[in-house]
Structures are given as C-alpha cells and as structure tokens.
C-alpha cells in the first residue's frame, strides 16, 4: 500500500503563506502526498490581497477529473471556491468520484479582510454541506453562514455548531481563534458529542493561513484512517505548534505565516 493521498481544491496564494500552498505544505510535513485542484489565483502577501482571478468553473471539474482518474485520494480539503459556479462544479466533481473523507473550510475572506467568495455563491456553498464529512467554520464563517450575531463564548460556539450540522454535514468543528482569553478553543460537534479542543494563545503576529492549516492538517489525519476526533487532535498540536514556531521564519514584518516545516528546520 502507497503513501496516503489528500487532495487540496482551493485558491494559490502568491506568498505561499496560505490556501493550496499552505495545505502542500501541511501535507508534506504530515507524511501525505499532496495533490491540487486551483480554484483561483491571488496576488496576495502577508499585508493584503492585491488582485483575484478565478479560474474557469470546466478547468477546476477538469482538474478533479484528471487527479481522481489516476490517484487514489483518501481524502479532499475544500477551501477557496471563490464563486457560484466553482462551488457548483466541484460539488459535481466529488459526487462524480464518490469522494469521501471531504473536509469542507467555507473561506469567505482572507486574514487581511479581502472577500474570497462572491456573495451569490453563499447558496451553493450550503447546498455543498450536505455532502462534507466535517465543516470547518472561523467564528465569522459560522456566523454567516447561519445569518447570526458571531459566538462570543464556548455557550455559543456549541450552540452554533449544532445549528450547523443541522445543515447536513458529518459534523461542524468551529474554530475559536477569533475569541478571546488564554485558550485558543474548537469545538468538534458530532451526533451528540463534543470534543473539546484547546491550546495556549501564541503571542504572534505570523498567524497568516492558520485555518488553511488546520483544516488541511485534518484531511491529512483521515487520508491516514485516523478517526475523526483523532485526526483533529492530532491537527490541533500540529497547527498550535506551527504558529508557536513561526517567528523563527522571521520572513515577514507583517502578518507572516506559520512554520509548517518546524520539526525539520
């Protein structure tokens, strides 16, 4: 048996800091082999977006078609759709393949606040959750997806959560870096359970592409068999101690990105 395969659909990022260059990364470094489908192309930084082109919605089905025809992918990262017609065609491709193990990261903007996602696509992006194993919101990605006021404490991140799955998915693993306090906390909802998952806050301003990590660092876990709350955990420790090492890239005097390669460099 091959090394595990994890493909990421999502768009480039010029400075490698986040979306497909991101989650290379943390396939890499994770020990699975990576594969891509580009959604879009950004001309991005650490200080901002600059310019976006998305790609067209046939190349991105065609991108599915050729990786799902030859590699044999465990499992699927969803991050960047950029628009109605992307997200349509993607949904399309992995019923296509029957793909399993689909983790879905609904990105709506970018670190520095740049929309990522085009506002008529919010309809095809709920109709895709369905069909995800695990949905991976922020608190802002949460809150707009269920038209609420954002979580303010753990109380709310559940009960947002459970409004979530509600949509359809496996299950909802909010994320809390957006919060405040000592702790960094995710919630992982599934049926009945919750998982609890937290870590130290890092004082760091090199936070850039942390959710494009985490969520890819999860699909990495279920490309490898792990169970879901396993491979979770095992995103989080990975995730918290990328950023806990990312002043050592000292690459950036802005907001920087993690240090995917930490154990190695």
Not at 134 to 146: F, I
Not at 230 to 250: H, P
């Amino acid at each position: 048996m091959g090394v595990p395969v994890a493909l990421t659909i999502a768009g480039s990022d010029s400075s490698g800091g986040a979306g497909i260059e991101a989650d290379l990364k943390t396939f890499a470094a994770l020990g699975v082999y990576g594969a891509c489908a580009i959604t879009a192309i950004t001309a991005q930084n650490s200080k901002g977006v600059l310019a976006v082109h998305d790609a067209p919605a046939e190349i991105v089905a065609a991108q599915l078609d050729a990786v799902f025809s030859d590699l044999n992918v465990a499992a699927v990262k969803i991050g960047m759709l950029a628009n109605a017609a992307i997200v349509e065609a993607v949904a399309a491709g992995l019923a296509r393949h029957r793909a399993g193990n689909v983790v879905l990261d609904p990105v709506m903007a970018a670190s520095t606040g740049a929309a990522l996602l085009r506002g008529d696509a919010m309809t095809a992006l709920r109709a895709l959750i369905p069909h995800v194993r695990v949905l991976t919101p922020n608190l802002p990605e949460a809150a707009a997806l269920l038209d609420a006021p954002q979580a303010h404490d753990e109380a709310d991140m559940r009960a947002q959560a459970e409004k979530l799955l509600a949509l359809g998915p496996g299950a909802v693993l909010i994320k809390g870096g957006h919060a405040s306090g000592a702790e960094s906390v995710d919630l992982l909802v599934e049926g009945h359970a919750c998982v609890r998952l937290a870590a130290q806050r890092v004082a760091t301003k090199n936070t850039h592409g942390t959710g494009c990590t985490f969520s890819a660092a999860i699909a990495a876990g279920l490309a490898k068999g792990l169970p879901l709350d396993e491979a979770a955990r095992q995103a989080k420790t990975f995730v918290s101690a990328a950023i806990a090492a990312a002043d050592r890239l000292g690459i950036s005097a802005s907001n920087g990105p993690l240090h995917h390669f930490y154990k190695w460099w």
